[in-house]
């Protein structure tokens, strides 16, 4: 069918999909002052998941209720974990650091990242489909790859995408060539001895080189990227989140030409993240907005985290659910209770604008249990 024709359809008012999705708290009350990042996996090997924010590991009970074992591993505000050597176990990488999960919810260090530029954000995805997870290294100014060679040593080719340490990027292959391309969305300008921050996308080949080609969007703020199959025609579609614009959708033509559907859902739109939430074969969106106040004081204020229906074709509708009332930094799905349903994991972060420099605030942690009925 005509995207022209979809996009109309769209804008006929539809009420049937509303209602079709809720949400309850699992009934903790955690507060946090210092989460700007959330990983969930299962840490203990129980069979559910666990929790990595404020820089300590929660246990699962599996009911979705979680437990401070009180342990820390990293100091860094943005650490990530994958299985970087292929034993099964997630492991963590802090700024330039690996270290590796001993099985029984400790962390022990292995060895530095070498690279020619500060690592203090990592982002870690299979560049080269070896089943290993490779390094997007980033420092203040710049970024590069670094392939895994199996036992969790990083190579770097000294190949940037244009990124930087504040970057987000989406990796899959868009164009249908067996061939991971990689997505480089930037959150706003980078400081003033660089071009200006165009998003781009990389067309990955056979020699493991990447292709840029510039993807340009009005007042460029992207916060969140992610290659998914919104309208189920079996290829990756674009969606991210700009804070000047909102949630956008842009359609894969399968052969890696992306196309804007038009749609704006929510404003000044921060991080996100995407599930099939009411479990009818489709990809929903959670969408935070509004990270900071009207006053220009960030992380202040923040307005109720919404979840966007898919109607089937890659357009979305307002469920009408409305989900805490704080500047969610991190958000992160996954089935926390073990019903086969998707529920949500957030983290916010507050500053007190009246200081010099701004002091954290107390949050709360919301935890939403997915209680739908579908």
Request: proline fraction near 3%.
């Amino acid at each position: 069918m005509n995207k022209l024709i979809l996009i109309l359809i769209a804008l006929i008012p539809v009420n049937t999909a509303l209602g079709q999705v809720s949400f309850i708290g699992n009934g903790q009350n955690i507060k946090s002052n210092n989460s700007w990042y959330l990983h969930l996996s299962d840490f203990d090997k129980d069979g559910d998941l666990d929790a990595y924010f404020e820089n300590a590991l929660w246990t699962n009970n599996g009911k979705g209720e979680f437990k401070n074992t009180g342990k820390r591993f990293t100091k860094s505000y943005f650490p990530n974990f994958a299985d970087v050597n292929n034993d099964g176990l997630d492991d963590i990488i802090e700024n330039d650091s690996i270290f590796l999960n001993k099985g029984d919810l400790s962390f022990t260090f292995y060895k530095h990242i070498e690279c020619d530029i500060p690592v203090v954000a990592a982002h870690l995805y299979d560049l080269n489909n070896d089943q290993l997870p490779d390094l997007i290294a980033c420092s203040a100014y710049s970024d590069r790859i670094l392939i895994n060679n199996g036992d969790g040593v990083f190579v770097n080719t000294g190949d940037s995408l244009g990124g930087w340490g504040q970057c987000d990027y989406a990796v899959g292959d868009i164009n249908g060539d067996g061939y991971v391309d990689i997505y480089t969305g930037i959150p706003h300008n980078p400081p003033p001895v660089f071009d200006p921050g165009i998003n781009k996308i990389w067309y990955g080949s056979k020699q493991g080189k990447f292709t840029p080609k510039e993807h340009h969007l009005d007042k460029n703020e992207t916060r969140s990227v992610f290659f998914v199959d919104v309208d189920l025609d079996k290829d990756l579609d674009l969606f991210l989140t700009d804070r000047s614009f909102g949630g956008r959708i842009f359609f894969n033509d399968g052969k890696g030409n992306l196309t804007d559907s038009g749609q704006k859902l929510g404003e000044f739109v921060g991080v996100a993240n995407v599930a099939d939430f009411d479990n009818d074969g489709d990809i929903d969106l959670f969408i935070c907005e509004d990270q900071g106040s009207a006053d220009g004081t960030a992380f202040s204020k923040g307005k109720a985290n919404k979840v966007w229906l898919n109607n089937g074709n890659g357009f979305f509708m307002d469920s009408g659910l409305r989900l805490g009332n704080s500047s969610t930094m991190s958000v992160a799905v996954g089935d926390l209770n073990l019903d086969k349903k998707m529920d949500v994991f957030a983290v916010n972060v507050g500053m007190d604008g009246s200081t010099q420099p701004p002091t954290p605030l107390t949050c709360d942690v919301e935890i939403w249990i997915n209680n739908s009925q579908k």
